[in-house]
DNA sequence: ATGAATGCAAAAACTTTGCATGACG
DNA sequence: CGTCATGCAAAGTTTTTGCATTCAT
C-alpha cells in the first residue's frame, strides 16, 4: 500500500508520511490546503505539527507525488498526482474546483511558447467562472 | 496627465497615488511587486510608507488601473492595465515576463466554461518555459 | 548505531489594520 | 473645515527554519 509509494520515490517511511498520503487518497475533496491536511490529522488523533505537513508535502511535490496549485487567496492547495494531466476551473459563488481536461489549449500552449523560441516547460491555467442561474 | 486618470476613477489625487501612478507607467518592467515599487520610490527620494504602497495598489486595482498577478512564488505582481487582454510566459532561465496574445485560447476557454454550465469570469494562464538554447 | 525525520517554538515573508496626524477639495 | 489618506508600528497569514529529541533501517 502506501509504504511502496513512499518507498519507490526514495522517502523513508514514517508514520506522518503514511498518514498524510491516506488522507490524501481518501479526501472528498482532492484539493486540500496544508491547514486542511493538518486539521485531518488532528481528526483522525494523529499528532503531527503543522510543521511536518508542509515539510511532507513539499517532499511529496518534489517527488512528484503531488501537485501544489497557488489559486488566488495566498494558500497553497496540494492535490495527489494521481492520473492525468489536467487545468482547474474555480467556481467564484461556492469554491468548487473543477478539474477538466482539453487538448487543443495543451497544443496552443506549445505553440504559443514554441512561436517565442521558448520550449514549454510547465503550465498554469485557472478559470475562474459563475455557475449560470 | 496623471491626476486626469485618478479622477476619472474617483480617486483624491494625492501625492503617493500620482508618484506610483508614474513609476507604474515609466517602469522598466511593466511587472513590479509592492516591493518594487516601494524601492522605486526611496529611489525617487519620495516618503512614501510600504502600507500605502499596499493600500494604493489595491485601490487601484479595484479601479481597473492595474492588474494583480499572482504568479508561483507566494507575492503579487501588478501591471498597469493598460491595452487589451494578455497572458504571460515566465522564463524559468532569466525570470523574464513575456506577454502575449492568443484569440483561440480564449474562445476555447469560454467554451470550456460554457461545456460545464457556467460563466468565464476572468482566467488565469502562465506558461513557465525554457529558451531553447 | 547513525543519519534522517519530527515537534515545537521562533522567525521569515508578505500583506493588512489601528490610530493619530496631516492633506485634499 | 470635514473627511479621507497617510505613516508608523503592530498584528495577521501562510510558510519556513533551528534545534533538541525520536525514529527508521
Redesign the interface.
Known amino acids: 500500500m502506501e509504504n511502496q509509494e513512499l518507498r519507490k520515490v526514495g522517502l523513508k517511511v514514517t508514520l506522518p508520511r503514511v498518514k498524510i498520503l491516506q488522507i490524501l487518497e481518501n479526501a472528498a475533496d482532492r484539493h486540500m490546503s496544508a491547514e486542511d491536511v493538518y486539521k485531518a490529522l488532528i481528526e483522525a488523533e494523529e499528532d503531527v505539527g503543522l510543521a511536518t505537513v508542509y515539510r511532507v508535502l513539499t517532499q511529496f511535490e518534489s517527488a512528484g507525488l503531488v501537485i501544489r496549485h497557488?489559486f488566488?487567496g495566498g494558500h497553497s492547495v496540494f492535490e495527489l498526482a494521481s492520473g492525468e494531466h489536467h487545468d482547474h476551473?474555480v467556481?467564484?459563488d461556492t469554491g468548487d474546483i473543477?478539474e477538466?481536461r482539453?487538448q487543443?489549449?495543451e497544443r496552443?500552449?506549445h505553440m504559443?511558447?514554441e512561436e517565442?523560441?521558448?520550449?514549454?516547460?510547465?503550465?498554469?491555467?485557472?478559470?475562474?467562472?459563475?455557475?449560470?442561474r
Chains 1, 2 share one sequence.
Open positions: 497557488n488566488d476551473m467556481c467564484m473543477i477538466f482539453n487543443d489549449i496552443l500552449q504559443i511558447a517565442h523560441g521558448y520550449d514549454l516547460v510547465d503550465h498554469n491555467l485557472v478559470l475562474y467562472v459563475k455557475s449560470k
